[in-house]
Antibody, heavy 123, light 107 residues
């Protein structure tokens, strides 16, 4: 069974930084494309970033490009999201999501999700 | 960016009724369209990919169709566990984008 456990959320001031982690189990982490998505309180889903199994291919939503960095450590079965220059509008539950496959198009939709970690950006 | 528009925003139906949810893309996404279900306080669950293929473990009461810009998710007979929010997502172009969701609520 796929299990994804996010951590690292919390309260941070505007302009601050935070690093989220997602620890995976139940599948061969290093062979799957992984993602971060988020959901602002009471709002819909927003895809944030994608990283290929080797880390060679990375994509970002325009709203976070230049501020967020996705990375992974396949030896630790862990996905990361480094968030800098945080804004009030970045407040959301952040989900780690496993892609169905390693290559397009199956790498671009998601069949495993964590329970999320809440990031609150407020002064 | 491809904008995904879902309608209606809320669908009020009784158990046993048929639900029809729509998703429209601002430009063609071919058949690269997925549907997810999200129950209150839970993570989303993949229902459909490739516009019409049910994901593993999804019951046959869920069906979907469409291509290009117009897509439909149908729940043939609503069960209590089907009342939730449903999202469509296109994966034909970057960035990947979701629709705003349709809430299926008990009437």
């Amino acid at each position: 069974e796929v299990q994804l456990l996010e951590s690292g959320g919390g309260l941070v001031q505007p302009g601050g930084s935070l690093r989220l982690s997602c620890t995976a189990s139940g599948f061969t982490f290093g062979t799957y494309t992984m993602n971060w998505a988020r959901q602002a309180p009471g709002k819909g889903l927003e895809w944030v970033s994608l990283i290929s199994p080797s880390g060679d291919n990375i994509y970002y939503a325009d709203s976070v490009k230049g501020r967020f960095t996705i990375s992974r450590d396949n030896s630790r079965d862990t996905l990361y999201l480094h968030m800098n220059s945080l804004r009030v509008e970045d407040t959301a539950v952040y989900y780690c999501a496993k892609s169905v496959g390693r290559e397009a198009p199956a790498s671009r939709y998601f069949d495993g999700w964590g329970q999320g970690t809440l990031v609150t950006v407020s002064s | 960016e491809i904008v995904m528009t879902q309608s209606p925003a809320t669908l009020s139906l009784s158990p046993g009724e048929r639900a029809t949810l729509s998703c429209r893309a601002s430009q063609s996404v071919s058949s690269k369209l997925a549907w997810y279900q999200q129950k209150g306080g839970q993570a989303p669950r993949l229902l459909i990919y490739g516009a019409s293929t049910r994901a593993t473990g999804i019951p046959a009461s869920f069906s979907a169709s469409g291509s290009g810009t117009d897509f439909t998710l149908t729940i043939s007979s609503l069960q209590s566990e089907d009342f939730a929010v449903y999202y469509c997502q296109q994966y034909n172009n970057w960035p990947l984008t979701f629709g705003g969701g349709t809430k299926v609520e008990i009437k």
